[in-house]
């Protein structure tokens, strides 16, 4: 009995840390529509800043014990109800020109775009790394946005080491927002 016991623990450990767990997650109020919700992923926290209660605000991520990321988000809405839905074909676009505009400070000579999808949303990235990075600054950068219904997520992920290890459960994360 203790042999099973200890097979379906391993299991369901594995199955967690194969599918990414997620520590809990972070409810941002939007003015007047759903809220944004955000699966922290384990060992992360978050803060909401907000200069002005009608305004986007950002949302700042970090490691609980280490100084070695960031990740900003900043959900943004359209002002007019009758406002267009983003298409995946002018997201891209909007990403490639945050590319582009990259490039010339990154290490790498093409910056390619990648897709994002999700349930219920669909998004796009690029990821570069800083050719000359001041002291205190970070050496990654993955940058996107992220569509859900009408809204509209930037972000940007920076990190120092090796930027899999934060890129990976951040773009989990982004794959996995929600409204409520």
Not at 75 to 100: G, H, S, Y
Request: charged share 20%; glycine share 8%; net charge positive.
């Amino acid at each position: 009995m203790n042999r099973l016991l200890k097979r379906v623990l391993i299991a369901i450990l594995t199955g967690l840390l194969a599918c990414g767990a997620f520590a809990a997650d972070m409810r941002v109020a939007l003015p007047d529509r759903p809220a944004l919700v955000i699966p922290l992923p384990v060992g992360w926290r978050g803060q909401v800043r907000r200069a002005v209660p009608d305004l986007p605000p950002t949302i700042l991520l970090s490691s609980i014990t280490e100084k070695n990321f960031t990740v900003m988000i900043t959900p943004i809405w359209p002002r007019n109800t009758d406002a267009k839905p983003l298409t995946p074909e002018f997201l891209r676009a909007m990403v490639a020109a945050a590319a582009q505009n990259a490039r010339a400070q990154a290490v790498e000579a093409d910056l390619p775009v990648r897709d994002l999808p999700g349930q219920g949303l669909f998004g796009a990235y690029f990821s570069a790394t800083d050719k000359a990075p001041k002291p205190g600054e970070y050496r990654n950068l993955t940058q996107g946005m992220v569509a859900i219904g009408e809204l509209h997520v930037g972000f940007t992920i920076l990190s120092n080491g090796d930027p899999a290890a934060v890129n990976g459960p951040a773009l989990q994360m982004l794959q996995s927002l929600r409204r409520d």
